[in-house]
């Protein structure tokens, strides 16, 4: 009997009432995507796989295949084989029928990793790090809304009706107990759901806004098991919200005078000991630590359009609101994109605040880590920490509007070398592809400013 069918059969008889199995996968969006098993078929997902078309990678947001690289119609969209991972077969609380999930991974038919696979294209750059001797060390922590499920008039959301009061939520109280204690039965279940499908959750804080929260994530030593972690919190969070009466999103920017929704990357590196590379000692970190951050500058522009991957994202860049808008690094400072927070030296880290929570955790942290290994390899000087508000000016060398990013994607010349010509080619074109769908929808204030 092969081990993922041991696996099922041992969660099964623990789970005599789980009526089907959902085999899940992340695609170029960050967005779910598979397909459902009832219980009595789910050993043939074991055994043999699951045949899926690759060009379910290759969807844009909307769910339209755009025949990236002559992906999808051109080629007869032939299928792949996604094949469980160990230990990702979980329970799914807060189903409505008994259900439970495993995690799969994209391969070719003839059992090689898919490249078109987000979660092959981090394991990718992860091993380029390990075989130099690093290893990463990374958690990851999202931001998002929960909103009201009644929309405006505008399709616009509306905040939250407070579960304590019966009313409408118009307070931002940052780092607010009251309003932990308000929410407290969803993000109790959040944890609750999080510890059943082994997703390390730790602490929940108010944010700067009504109805909007942050989860933290623990540390762990694989940049993979992190992205994992961080994209089924996404599912948790958005599974929980709907039963308790909510939507959650994770979109960069749903209130335009509110604050918006970050994915703020956490990374340190080790050695082959474990000893942690960028501490030495002292508050500002090692020579490594900073040369890890001068790749990160050095690869920011190019990156752009994958830590901000659609028009909204790009509303968080504004000066003055805690979003990164230059190359800036700083210690114990909030205002800038790279962060060297304070506290012990064995903990000493890299906090990347650039991405929006809309960002494919994948490929962001592919991006990140990158970076940190550009710059080691390269030891590039990231020049003087910046001291006090380093958020005053948006850096004319980074580029701040979709359009600009994905032309700085496709003339990108660091990032190919990790994630692969051919890849970053295909996430150009969808992405492409997507802007000008959007760009062709007339949007209500056009009629408004120009009828």
């Given at each position: 009997?092969?081990?993922?069918?041991?696996?099922?059969?041992?969660?099964?008889?623990?789970?005599?009432?789980?009526?089907?199995?959902?085999?899940?996968?992340?695609?170029?969006?960050?967005?779910?995507?598979?397909?459902?098993?009832?219980?009595?078929?789910?050993?043939?997902?074991?055994?043999?796989?699951?045949?899926?078309?690759?060009?379910?990678?290759?969807?844009?947001?909307?769910?339209?295949?755009?025949?990236?690289?002559?992906?999808?119609?051109?080629?007869?969209?032939?299928?792949?084989?996604?094949?469980?991972?160990?230990?990702?077969?979980?329970?799914?609380?807060?189903?409505?029928?008994?259900?439970?999930?495993?995690l799969?991974?994209?391969?070719?038919?003839?059992?090689?990793?898919?490249?078109?696979?987000?979660?092959?294209?981090?394991?990718?750059?992860?091993?380029?790090?390990?075989?130099?001797?690093?290893?990463?060390?990374?958690?990851?922590?999202?931001?998002?809304?929960?909103?009201?499920?009644?929309?405006?008039?505008?399709?616009?959301?509306?905040?939250?009706?407070?579960?304590?009061?019966?009313?409408?939520?118009?307070?931002?109280?940052?780092?607010?107990?009251?309003?932990?204690?308000?929410?407290?039965?969803?993000?109790?279940?959040?944890?609750?759901?999080?510890?059943?499908?082994?997703?390390?959750?730790?602490?929940?804080?108010?944010?700067?806004?009504?109805?909007?929260?942050?989860?933290?994530?623990?540390?762990?030593?694989?940049?993979?098991?992190?992205?994992?972690?961080?994209s089924?919190?996404?599912?948790?969070?958005?599974?929980?919200?709907?039963?308790?009466?909510?939507?959650?999103?994770?979109m960069?920017?749903?209130?335009?005078?509110?604050?918006?929704?970050?994915?703020?990357?956490?990374?340190?590196?080790?050695?082959?000991?474990?000893?942690?590379?960028?501490?030495?000692?002292?508050?500002?970190?090692?020579?490594?630590?900073?040369?890890a951050?001068?790749?990160?500058?050095?690869?920011?522009?190019?990156?752009?359009?994958?830590?901000?991957?659609?028009?909204?994202?790009?509303?968080?860049?504004?000066?003055?609101?805690?979003v990164?808008?230059?190359?800036?690094?700083?210690?114990?400072?909030?205002?800038?994109?790279?962060?060297?927070?304070?506290?012990?030296?064995?903990?000493?880290?890299?906090?990347?605040?650039?991405?929006?929570?809309?960002?494919?955790?994948?490929?962001?942290?592919?991006?990140?880590?990158?970076?940190?290994?550009?710059?080691?390899?390269?030891?590039?000087?990231?020049?003087?920490?910046?001291?006090?508000?380093?958020?005053?000016?948006?850096?004319?060398?980074?580029?701040?509007?979709?359009?600009?990013?994905?032309?700085a994607?496709?003339?990108?010349?660091?990032?190919?070398?990790?994630?692969?010509?051919?890849?970053?080619s295909l996430?150009?074109?969808?992405?492409?592809?997507?802007?000008?769908?959007?760009?062709?929808?007339?949007?209500?204030?056009?009629y408004?400013?120009?009828?």
């Amino acid at each position: 009997m092969k081990p993922g069918v041991e696996e099922l059969t041992s969660f099964l008889a623990d789970h005599p009432d789980v009526e089907y199995v959902d085999a899940i996968l992340f695609d170029l969006c960050g967005i779910v995507r598979g397909k459902r098993y009832p219980r009595q078929d789910a050993k043939g997902l074991f055994t043999n796989g699951m045949q899926i078309p690759y060009s379910v990678f290759l969807l844009d947001v909307t769910g339209d295949c755009p025949d990236a690289g002559g992906r999808g119609f051109s080629d007869g969209d032939p299928d792949g084989i996604a094949v469980p991972i160990a230990g990702t077969l979980k329970r799914v609380p807060w189903a409505r029928v008994p259900s439970a999930q495993v995690l799969l991974t994209m391969t070719d038919q003839d059992g090689a990793a898919s490249f078109l696979d987000p979660r092959n294209v981090l394991q990718k750059v992860e091993h380029r790090l390990l075989a130099d001797g690093l290893q990463p060390v990374t958690a990851l922590e999202l931001e998002f809304y929960l909103i009201d499920r009644q929309r405006m008039g505008d399709g616009s959301p509306q905040f939250p009706i407070a579960p304590d009061t019966g009313q409408r939520d118009k307070n931002t109280q940052v780092y607010g107990m009251w309003e932990i204690e308000s929410y407290a039965a969803v993000l109790r279940d959040i944890e609750t759901a999080c510890n059943i499908q082994g997703v390390p959750c730790y602490t929940a804080s108010s944010e700067y806004a009504p109805g909007q929260f942050e989860v933290n994530l623990r540390h762990v030593t694989s940049g993979v098991a992190a992205a994992d972690h961080a994209s089924l919190l996404k599912r948790v969070v958005m599974g929980v919200a709907e039963r308790h009466g909510f939507e959650a999103t994770f979109m960069s920017k749903p209130f335009s005078k509110m604050a918006g929704n970050g994915l703020h990357i956490h990374l340190s590196l080790c050695d082959s000991e474990g000893r942690n590379i960028f501490d030495d000692g002292s508050d500002g970190g090692s020579e490594m630590l900073r040369w890890a951050i001068g790749g990160m500058q050095a690869t920011m522009p190019e990156a752009m359009a994958i830590f901000a991957p659609n028009a909204n994202a790009y509303r968080r860049f504004q000066p003055n609101l805690y979003v990164p808008v230059g190359r800036t690094w700083g210690i114990n400072n909030r205002s800038v994109a790279f962060r060297v927070p304070a506290g012990e030296g064995a903990a000493r880290r890299v906090e990347h605040r650039i991405c929006g929570a809309d960002a494919n955790p994948y490929l962001a942290l592919a991006a990140v880590m990158a970076g940190a290994h550009h710059g080691i390899t390269h030891r590039i000087d990231p020049g003087p920490a910046d001291t006090g508000n380093a958020g005053k000016e948006m850096d004319a060398g980074v580029p701040f509007t979709w359009r600009s990013a994905l032309h700085a994607l496709k003339e990108a010349e660091l990032l190919p070398g990790y994630f692969g010509a051919e890849y970053l080619s295909l996430y150009h074109d969808t992405k492409w592809a997507e802007l000008e769908k959007f760009q062709s929808v007339i949007a209500p204030h056009e009629y408004a400013w120009y009828l």
